[in-house]
């Protein structure tokens, strides 16, 4: 097998802003992403990936739309002790995952219907925007992960939502007779997903916290991650939604500055 891939990973908050001024940056370049054979959307990465593949303008991204909506409801307290029960999980990554899923029902967070009202408003309510659009999410049941396809019959908006869904900073979202959580807890940015593709881009918004390993069938690859001035803008808070603009606009410089190196991997 072979073709080209685009793996877009996790970040919060300010890694989706960074994520989708990447994407514009290498755009303004001529350089489509969403021609990808493949693209693989985590978390902020599932956002940015949705908001890609459907060809919408991503300037309109540069500044988040104000929200007159109450403040979400988190409970910080319960993420920190998914992250602690990840650190110990050693080989055992499943029963692990079915800790955090019971972890994520403990959480204090809004109801899941907040969030996917939320979402359908950032990335719209329309099909699955790319044929071949993969977004990770993990059963909170079985611990088993759960990577939605556009064959799935699932709203677009929907799979973003469960995607984006960390324990402790949002609810568990229900598709069909299941709830799902945050696709990162899978596999960080799920680049592995992108086996059997001779050619990736993976834009990283974590990578400097969270590396990933390159899938061996890749034999051309272009990596983006944060550089020391965009990682200062993030600041500390990845869900502060003030610093949006000025992370957008970061990673719109670093999309632009990387357009050579991505163009030489891409045609």
Do not use: C
Request: net charge negative; aromatic share 4%; charged share 20%.
């Amino acid at each position: 097998m072979s073709g080209r891939a685009v793996v877009l990973g996790p970040g919060g908050v300010v890694g989706t802003a960074w994520l989708l001024g990447v994407v514009q940056g290498l755009r303004r370049n001529r350089i489509e992403l969403a021609d990808a054979d493949l693209l693989v959307g985590t978390s902020a990465g599932a956002i940015a990936a949705a908001g890609l593949a459907d060809g919408r303008d991503l300037n309109a991204y540069a500044e988040l739309p104000a929200d007159a909506a109450p403040a979400l409801i988190v409970d910080p307290a319960v993420t920190a002790e998914v992250f602690e029960v990840l650190r110990g999980a050693g080989k055992d990554k499943s029963a692990a995952l079915h800790r955090v899923g019971k972890l994520a029902l403990s959480a204090t967070t809004s109801p899941e219907q907040v969030r996917i009202e939320r979402m359908k408003d950032l990335v719209g309510v329309g099909g699955w925007p790319h044929p071949n659009l993969l977004i990770p999410t993990v059963d909170i049941d079985s611990g088993e992960p759960k990577v939605w396809r556009g064959t799935d019959g699932v709203p677009v908006h929907q799979a973003v939502t469960a995607s984006t869904a960390m324990p402790g900073l949002a609810a568990p979202v229900t598709i069909g007779a299941h709830r799902y959580i945050d696709g990162a807890l899978r596999n960080g940015s799920n680049a592995d997903l992108a086996e059997g593709m001779s050619t990736l881009i993976l834009i990283e918004p974590l990578a400097h916290v969270f590396p990933t390993t390159v899938p061996s069938s890749v034999r051309r690859v272009a990596r983006i991650v944060p550089d020391p001035v965009a990682i200062e803008t993030f600041g500390p808070d990845l869900d502060d939604r003030s610093s949006w603009p000025a992370v957008f606009a970061a990673g719109l410089r670093q999309g632009k500055a990387a357009a050579d190196e991505v163009r030489a991997v891409w045609q």
